[in-house]
């Protein structure tokens, strides 16, 4: 893993409990939703014996309990990622990179917050992760052999 996958870890986490939470809202509203009738002959050899709107609300409570043990997993993340922060020697760019990957700030919300323009706060954010690159060599993938039967 790169420097810089292992610091969108948290970033990727919190879009798969955003996406898992917008499927449970669906599933919630698919049970209240209204279905038309189907007027034609179905031979199903084994009928459901619960109805549809309960099978929803069993995936949808099932997503919830993900997202709830994703959240989790995600303050877990957070906290690996600070604490690697912290052998970044520039306190500035600490501070950059806590915004970016442990706040999960925009570029627009960190020069707000920062009082930087978002252009200057984008350089800072790129020497930021350089730095922390630098800071962190274990994290950088090594170079796959190459067999001897291809050379």
């Not at 995600?74 to 922060?85: G, N, S």
């Not at 020497?127 to 052999?145: G, I, M």
Request: with cysteine.
């Amino acid at each position: 893993m790169t420097p810089k996958e292992f610091l969108n870890q948290p970033f990727e986490l919190n879009k798969e409990i955003e996406r898992k939470k917008r499927k449970a809202a669906d599933y919630r509203e698919m049970m209240v939703v209204a279905k038309s009738p189907g007027f034609e002959e179905h031979n199903n050899s084994n009928p459901s014996t619960e109805s549809s709107a309960l099978r929803y609300l069993n995936k949808a409570m099932e997503l919830e309990d993900e997202v709830v043990e994703d959240y989790k997993e995600l303050e877990k993340v957070k906290r690996e990622v600070d604490e690697a922060i912290e052998q970044v020697e520039d306190f500035k760019l600490q501070k950059v990179l806590r915004c970016r990957y442990v706040c999960l700030m925009s570029i627009r919300q960190m020069s707000d917050y920062l009082g930087y323009s978002p252009r200057w706060t984008k350089r800072l954010n790129n020497q930021a992760v350089e730095d922390f690159e630098k800071s962190h060599p274990q994290a950088t993938p090594k170079p796959l052999p190459v067999p001897l039967s291809r050379v």
